[in-house]
């Protein structure tokens, strides 16, 4: 297969770009006046060329989600954001009570195991009932290590993340279970200052570290304190974490998007999605674990008694849509925002080598759009993923 546009290769852009798979691989990547393979080109088109999208937090999408149901409902979340772009991705599981988080992690690991998820990322049940935003307040529990490994054991594994609240108890044993067991910490959910959070980012000191989604479910940054957000920011320019942005114009405004990417090595943010189960859907009721939720104009929320607006429950938007938010909103380069949606992800994993861009060698893991960041096509493992006949080409 050869695609032919203009391609984000690194952090940069080749005007006019080959991109050429064999098998499930890359194996050519320039531009197209240096290609001598000795088969006819396509003609110069108008679309552009992304790596695979990876999505560290993503809990549901196309009427489907990780925390209900069974694994066809899983592989439904995982097809769904495939066919957006999302060529990657974690399962996001929320706050739940031990027997159903086993339940689970059990499912998923399943389709880890198949290669159809990268693994799963627990936010919860260690964080904040104060900062719970859309997660069930009676399944939170105090930092629990026993706890922490039985999940393990029944995701055989598969656990690659986990947000856990800075104040949470037992936070250093279930820091070192963590580097045990491989699994990334995120610190989120959380009402904690800003010095304990510090002291949580030192005591994490030499390995990687995640924020899940700045800003949101954190006490508001404020001058005379700043708390876990202020010292999220500290540390991240400081190169000692790497911050969760969900830059969907809903969750953040498309100024403190900007503001986070002029503030901070662009290579300490990564973008997701924080999708639930209403993303690609129409508005309603839906639900995200055992909460009620109201989707309206896009934006969803805690349904609501009173039918007053509840706290934002997750994401409505797929990462490519982010990524475009992130571009056309808050004026972000291109291949800083793209790298943040790919390279970003894949070097957290230890996918470096693998994924996260349009390198030799790499897997055939290609997203093509329009020049406005709109989806042509998909191709995962080098094989066009959804309808035949999409125009990439054009």
């Not at 691989?25 to 992304?50: C, E, F, K, M, N």
């Not at 627990?122 to 104060?130: D, K, R, Y």
């Not at 954190?218 to 005379?224: T, V």
């Not at 094989?383 to 125009?391: I, K, L, Y």
Request: glycine letters at 12%.
């Amino acid at each position: 297969m050869i695609l032919r546009g203009k391609a984000v290769v690194g952090d940069g852009i080749i005007d006019d770009a080959l991109v050429v798979t064999e098998g499930d691989r890359i194996s050519w990547v320039g531009a197209a006046d240096q290609y001598h393979g000795q088969v006819p080109l396509p003609r110069p088109t108008s679309s552009v060329l992304l790596p695979g999208l990876i999505d560290l937090h993503c809990h549901g999408g196309g009427g489907a989600e990780f925390s209900n149901g069974d694994a066809a409902e899983a592989r439904r979340v995982v097809d769904h954001h495939r066919e957006h772009g999302t060529t990657s991705l974690l399962g996001s599981l929320v706050s739940a009570r031990e027997p159903e988080l086993l339940r689970q992690a059990e499912i998923l690991a399943s389709l880890v195991e198949r290669g159809e998820l990268l693994g799963i990322h627990l936010e919860g049940p260690f964080i904040s009932v104060a900062r719970c935003g859309a997660q069930d307040p009676a399944a939170i529990v105090p930092g629990d290590p026993g706890l922490f490994e039985r999940i393990c054991d029944a995701a055989r594994g598969t656990v690659r993340s986990m947000t856990l609240a800075p104040e949470t108890a037992h936070f250093g044993e279930l820091l070192a279970a963590m580097r045990r067991r491989g699994v990334l910490p995120s610190l989120g959910h959380t009402d904690a200052d800003a010095a304990t959070t510090s002291a949580r980012i030192a005591d994490a000191a030499g390995h990687p570290l995640i924020a899940t989604h700045l800003f949101n479910a954190m006490p508001p940054l404020h001058h005379r304190a700043p708390g876990a957000a202020g010292a999220v920011l500290a540390a991240a320019g400081r190169g000692d974490i790497v911050v969760e942005l969900i830059a969907d114009g809903t969750h953040l405004a498309p100024e403190t998007v900007s503001m986070v990417f002029d503030m901070i090595d662009p290579d300490q943010i990564v973008l997701v999605s924080d999708a639930m189960v209403a993303a690609g859907m129409a508005d309603g009721y839906y639900q995200l674990g055992p909460l009620d939720v109201r989707v309206s104009q896009g934006v969803a929320r805690l349904a609501t008694i009173d039918g007053s607006e509840g706290a934002i429950a997750a994401g409505t938007a797929r990462l490519l849509d982010v990524v475009r938010s992130t571009v056309v909103d808050s004026g972000v380069d291109l291949g800083v925002a793209v790298a943040a949606a790919t390279r970003i992800p894949a070097r957290l994993l230890g996918l470096e080598f693998e994924r996260g861009t349009l390198t030799p060698n790499h897997r055939a893991d290609i997203v093509v759009t329009d020049q406005q960041l709109r989806l042509r096509g998909v191709i995962v493992g080098g094989m066009p993923v959804g309808e035949e006949g999409v125009a990439w080409n054009s």
